[in-house]
C-alpha cells in the first residue's frame, strides 16, 4: 500500500519560508518594519530605483510616508524566479501596491519588479539585499512579466525602423591605401 501524503523537502520548506519573509517584510512597510527588522540582515543594502544604495535606516526613512497617506496594501504578486543554493537565495518577483492620498482622497495602484537576494542566517531566511524597479500604475500600463507583448512590440518595431533605415541609406566606402 502507497502513502498518498505529500512530503515536503527542505527545499520546498525553504521556498515557502522565502515567501512568506517577502510578504512580511513588504506588508510592514506602513509601521516602519517594526514587526520584521529581524528579518533584514545587519548589513543589508538597498538598491534604488535611480541607483542609490541605502543601509536599512535610510530605506526606512526613504519608504516611510506622511500620515495623510495610508497604505492599504503592499505584498508580492508574482514570482517569476526563485533560486536557492545552500545559504543563499535569489527571487525576481512583482510587487503589488496600493495606497490612499487623503488629502484628495485617491487611491493608487501600483507594481513594480524587484530583485532579492536572501541569506538563511541562524536558520532563518533574511533580505540581505533587496533592488526596486520603478514603479507604474496598474491601471493604464501592462502588468508586469517576463518578455511581455509591449517589449516585443517595442523590439519589432526597433529591429523595421533599423531595417529601414539601413536600406534607405547610401553608405560610400573609401579606402586610404
Given at each position: 500500500m502507497t502513502d498518498n501524503k505529500v512530503i515536503?523537502?527542505?527545499?520546498?520548506?525553504?521556498?515557502?519560508?522565502?515567501?512568506?519573509?517577502?510578504?512580511?517584510?513588504?506588508?510592514?512597510?506602513?509601521?516602519?518594519?517594526?514587526?520584521?527588522?529581524?528579518?533584514?540582515?545587519?548589513?543589508?543594502?538597498?538598491?534604488?530605483?535611480?541607483?542609490?544604495?541605502?543601509?536599512?535606516?535610510?530605506w526606512i526613512d526613504i519608504v516611510e510616508t506622511p500620515d495623510f497617506i495610508k497604505n492599504l496594501e503592499c505584498e508580492p504578486l508574482e514570482y517569476f524566479k526563485l533560486s536557492i543554493n545552500n545559504d543563499l537565495a535569489y527571487v525576481i518577483f512583482s510587487l503589488k501596491t496600493e495606497f490612499k492620498n487623503d488629502q484628495n482622497n485617491t487611491e493608487y495602484k501600483l507594481s513594480s519588479g524587484h530583485l532579492a537576494i536572501l541569506k538563511k542566517i541562524d536558520n532563518l531566511w533574511k533580505l540581505e539585499c533587496l533592488q526596486e524597479s520603478s514603479r507604474r500604475p496598474t491601471n493604464n500600463a501592462p502588468r508586469i512579466c517576463i518578455d511581455s507583448s509591449h517589449i516585443k512590440t517595442a523590439i519589432e518595431g526597433k529591429k523595421n525602423n533599423t531595417q529601414q533605415d539601413v536600406s534607405n541609406t547610401n553608405v560610400k566606402i573609401s579606402s586610404n591605401n
Open positions: 515536503n523537502t527542505s527545499k520546498d520548506l525553504d521556498e515557502k519560508n522565502i515567501k512568506e519573509t517577502l510578504k512580511l517584510i513588504f506588508s510592514s512597510i506602513s509601521n516602519k518594519f517594526v514587526n520584521c527588522k529581524h528579518l533584514f540582515s545587519e548589513d543589508y543594502i538597498n538598491i534604488t530605483k535611480v541607483g542609490d544604495m541605502t543601509t536599512l535606516n535610510i
